[in-house]
Structure formats: structure tokens, C-alpha cells
């Protein structure tokens, strides 16, 4: 249904009649209507009790006659007339005539089918018909009738415009036929030889359309298949690193149209892939809720005390302590500023599904993700030395440590997911009891045993200590195993790599991502991303055997 009507008293009535009135007056109502348009003046205007009466046959109930405007009707009428069909599901061969599509049409006067919607708009009165199984545009042969009788000159002058010498057909396709064999686009190719012939670019795409269609083996533009999930992620990620869009399009052999839809469609689902679960809270809904949540956390009253690092801690863990801790008042702040960030996110989100949103929206929700984020790790990077202790205390002689710290890591960047800072609750005590129930899945019972006979997990933890203390080698040692990894994952194709890195979080610059993320931000399943991970692994094991990598150096 139609919902640009200019006039809300002839909307009004088609909302009625469509609701209420039976199939067989629809239909009625339908043909009075268009005959009404035949006879309006757009330079004139139209009591409302008039045009209700002509249409249905009845006076309007309203004494209030609103007057309508000639332009006015003509726009409405022939709205009002597609919606009565189109609610009528009038069947092509029940119409008692003849009825043309806009191809039809197109054929029929050897006009491009853009000029028929022009037509459209000038007074040519459509209806929709049941055509083939399906609602499609269609014309009754009378309304065409009707029309040219009114619009000769129009319709004569459309046809020597677009009408074309078959000489004039030949030279299109064999120009198109050199340009896409150079690489072009049909976009391209279509407008350069509208430039070239001084003819509309709808005429020369419906020229090579109608070709391609008769001459499928000479085609000059194949039917293209639809683009696999792969492509579309690619193109995206393509156009957010700044490759533009016409060169996407030359790349892929699309449109710019197809290639702004893909781009959106993609980020729509990605916006749809965002993890913007929230912690709900009675604050978020104050009037000044923005004003006073999104500010920066409060500064402590006196200097936190510097916690020296336990020794033997290895240099990048040992800088974990110079972060300072959270006071009660900085915590509960970020917690509160962290809900509240993806609240707002989800609440621009939840509109996706009623209409389509601008790319700005979609920006917006996507910035204040990455800003919750930023708050999520500024926790994260205050309570990490409460993992490491933690993981102290839990290490045995068999385990290993840094996978540990590992483990710990995601338990508490979950447990920062799942804290309700509303109860009042410390979020060292909630994270401590997730991290060591995971210890307590992940370390096998018979090592928990040997606990008793140790009189000290710091000699343990000492004698696990880097005794390397040049930073400079440390560094360089650094740089090499970087160099090698990276060359071990030049074994792996693009999607292996990407698992492996979000996987083992080798980029530094987010965090360690699970199965289940990896998969919705790579559009398969949490298991298909674990058969490729087993895969990638399998590959990385033989690359290290035949290039003798030692990454323990």
C-alpha cells in the first residue's frame, strides 16, 4: 500500500474501503475512480463531499468539506486506484481485457520502461494484478486507451526520442562488447555510450538488457550469481580500509548500487552481531542520565599505595602492578558507565527491525560499542594482577603457568560481562570465585592432590622466575618470535589466519575472542570455526617441523 498520499481525507477513505468494503465494490470503486481522474483539472479545486460522492456513491458523513487541490487529487486518484486493486488480488486473466506490464508497454511504444513510469506519474492509471503467481504492475488495455487519447503529443514525442534505427542498436552492442572486454562495468559502459550517442542511459542499458536476453550465448553482460557471504565480508572490509567504491565495483563487476547495498546489508549484520547484553538499571532512564553517567571516572581523595610486584614475575606481568586499583567509587562508576554505553546501543539498535536506519545511525551504535569497550578493558587492566595472584596459587608442578593466566584472563573479562555493580558487591570478590572456578575445571583432580605435600607455592613460583633481565635482548628475542609466528601463519589462507589470531589473541589491540564470537563475526557456526582452528593447528605443526622453527628461544 501506498503512504505518500498528499491529501490525509483520500488516504483516510482508502484505509476504509480497503478494511471494509467488499471485493466486488473495491473493484467498482476502483473504475469510478479512475474515471473521476480523467476529468480533474490540476489548475482547479475539488470539494472533498464531491470527489467521496463521485467515488462511492454516497455523501461524505462530515458536514467539514475540506476543498482539495487539482494537483492533489490527480496524485491521489491514481494512488487510490493501485491500492483497491492491489487489495482486491484481481487475477490478470479475471480482468475482462487485456493487461500489459511495464515491459509490455515498453515494447509496445518503443519507450524505455523509465518512461512509462513517467508516465505513470503524468496520469497513466495502474493496477496490480495477480500475474504468474505473484502482485506485479499492470495495465488495463482501456487506461492505456484512455491515456494516449489524452497525451498524443506526449506519448509521439516519447517515441521518435527513444525509438532506435537498428543501425543505432548494432553500433550499442558492439561498443558495449569492446568496453566490458576492456573491464568495464555495465554502469560504465552504459553511461559512456549514452554520452557517446547523445541517448538517456535508461535507453542503453534497456537496449543491452533486451540483447543479452534474446542473444543469451553473445551475451555481452552473463547473468552474474548472487555473491557468496565470503565476497560481501570481504567488500566490506575492503571499503572500511578506504578502497572506494568504484573500484569495488570494477573488482567485482557490480554497480555501485549493489556494491552500497552490500556494504550496508553487511554492516547491518554485523550491527546485528554486536554483544550488547546489559546490566539494567533504574538510572539509565533519568532525564540526565547522559550528563551524568558519561563523564570521567572521579579521582581518588589521596594517592593509591604502590603495590610492589611479587618476585620473579616476568617483566610484562610484573608491569600489570603498576596499574593502580580501582576505588570503590571508580569502580562502581565504570561499571555503571559501561551498561549504560551498550543500553543506548541496544536501544539504536532495536530500530533496525521496524526500519532502515542511515549509515550514521549505524556508526553511532558501532561508536558506542567501541567506547564500552574502552571501559571494559580500562576494568579488565586494573583487576589483571588479581588473576596472576590468583594463578599463584592454584600453579603446580606439572601445569603451566601462562596457560593459567590465560584462563584467568577470559574468566574475568566474562565475569566483567556478568557483574550487576548495582547490589553494591566488590567485583574482586565476584571475579576471584569465576576465575577460580574455572582453575577448578581446567586443573586435573590428581595435581590438586599434591598440594599437601608443598610447603610453599613461592619456591615454585620462583623457580619459574626469567632470569633474563637485558631488555634490549629481551626485546630483540621478542621481535624474532613475532617474525617467525608470522611466517608460520603465511601457511595458513586468510579466514585460518584470522581464527588463529582472534582465537590466541595475537593482535594486541582487542582481546582474545571464543569460538561462539569468532563464529558470529565470521558469519559460520561455533563448530565450523573449531574444525577450522583443529585444521589451522594441523597446518602450524607440519610449518614448524619442516622449517625447524623453535619459538622458545
Request: no cysteine; proline share 3%; hydrophobic share 35%.
Amino acid at each position: 500500500m501506498h503512504a505518500d498520499y498528499h491529501n490525509s481525507a483520500i488516504k483516510q477513505l482508502r484505509d476504509q474501503q480497503v478494511r471494509f468494503a467488499p471485493r466486488d465494490i473495491k473493484i467498482e470503486q476502483a473504475q469510478r475512480a479512475e474515471r473521476l481522474l480523467a476529468e480533474i483539472d490540476p489548475k482547479r479545486e475539488y470539494p472533498y463531499d464531491y470527489l467521496y460522492f463521485r467515488i462511492t456513491d454516497f455523501r461524505a458523513d462530515s458536514d467539514l468539506a475540506p476543498v482539495v487541490t487539482g494537483t492533489d487529487v490527480h496524485h491521489d486518484l491514481r494512488l487510490f486506484v493501485e491500492d483497491l486493486s492491489d487489495a482486491a488480488d484481481i487475477r490478470a486473466e479475471d480482468a475482462g481485457e487485456p493487461v500489459h506490464t511495464v515491459d509490455d508497454l515498453s515494447r509496445m511504444f518503443h519507450v524505455s520502461t523509465k518512461t512509462i513510469s513517467r508516465w505513470r506519474n503524468q496520469g497513466l492509471v495502474s493496477r496490480r494484478f495477480i500475474l504468474e503467481g505473484r502482485k506485479r504492475v499492470g495495465f488495463l488495455q482501456s487506461s492505456v486507451d484512455r491515456f494516449v487519447d489524452g497525451n498524443q503529443d506526449r506519448v509521439e514525442r516519447g517515441e521518435r526520442f527513444s525509438q532506435l534505427s537498428e543501425q543505432e542498436r548494432d553500433e550499442i552492442v558492439e561498443r558495449a562488447r569492446r568496453l566490458a572486454q576492456a573491464g568495464g562495468t555495465p554502469a560504465e559502459v552504459t553511461r559512456r555510450i549514452a554520452r557517446h550517442m547523445n541517448r538517456s542511459v535508461e535507453t542503453i542499458r534497456y537496449t543491452l538488457k533486451e540483447f543479452d536476453k534474446s542473444q543469451p550465448r553473445a551475451a555481452i553482460f552473463a547473468k552474474r550469481g548472487a555473491l557468496t557471504d565470503d565476497v560481501r565480508r570481504r567488500i566490506y572490509e575492503q571499503n572500511r580500509r578506504g578502497v572506494s567504491i568504484e573500484a569495488l565495483g570494477r573488482k567485482y563487476g557490480r554497480t555501485k548500487t549493489s556494491i552500497y547495498r552490500v556494504i550496508h546489508e553487511e554492516h547491518v549484520r554485523r550491527i546485528n552481531d554486536l554483544p550488547l547484553d546489559f546490566i539494567p538499571s533504574d538510572e539509565f532512564s533519568k532525564r540526565n542520565a547522559e550528563r551524568v553517567i558519561l563523564t570521567d571516572a572521579p579521582k581518588p581523595q589521596k594517592a593509591a599505595r604502590r603495590v610492589k610486584a611479587p618476585a620473579g614475575l616476568p617483566p610484562y606481568l610484573a608491569s600489570l602492578y603498576e596499574v593502580p586499583l580501582l576505588t570503590a567509587e571508580q569502580e562502581r562508576h565504570l561499571f555503571r558507565k559501561f551498561n549504560f554505553l551498550k543500553f543506548k546501543a541496544a536501544k539504536l539498535r532495536q530500530r533496525l527491525g521496524k526500519k532502515r536506519l542511515r549509515t550514521t545511525t549505524l556508526d553511532k551504535i558501532e561508536a558506542l560499542y567501541q567506547q564500552a569497550v574502552d571501559v571494559k578493558n580500562q576494568i579488565v587492566q586494573a583487576n589483571l594482577r588479581l588473576v596472576v595472584s590468583i594463578a599463584k596459587r592454584h600453579v603446580s608442578a606439572v601445569d603451566d603457568f601462562f596457560g593459567l593466566i590465560s584462563d584467568g584472563n577470559m574468566s574475568l573479562i566474562r565475569a566483567v560481562e556478568k557483574f550487576d555493580y548495582s547490589r553494591g558487591n566488590k567485583f574482586s570478590t565476584y571475579a576471584s570465585w569465576a576465575i577460580m572456578k574455572n582453575f577448578a575445571r581446567t586443573i586435573p583432580d590428581e595435581f590438586k592432590q599434591r598440594d599437601r605435600y608443598r610447603t610453599s607455592f613461592d619456591e615454585l613460583f620462583a623457580s619459574r622466575q626469567d632470569e633474563r633481565s637485558d631488555q634490549v635482548a629481551e626485546e630483540s628475542a621478542q621481535k624474532a618470535r613475532e617474525r617467525q609466528i608470522g611466517r608460520m601463519l603465511s601457511h595458513l589462507d586468510d579466514r585460518e589466519q584470522k581464527i588463529i589470531i582472534s582465537r590466541f589473541g595475537l593482535d594486541h589491540r582487542q582481546e582474545p575472542l571464543t569460538l561462539k564470537e569468532v563464529g558470529a563475526e565470521m558469519g559460520v557456526t561455533k563448530e565450523r570455526v573449531r574444525q577450522l582452528e583443529a585444521r589451522a593447528l594441523t597446518k602450524l605443526r607440519v610449518a614448524a617441523q619442516s622449517e625447524r622453527f623453535d619459538l622458545l628461544e
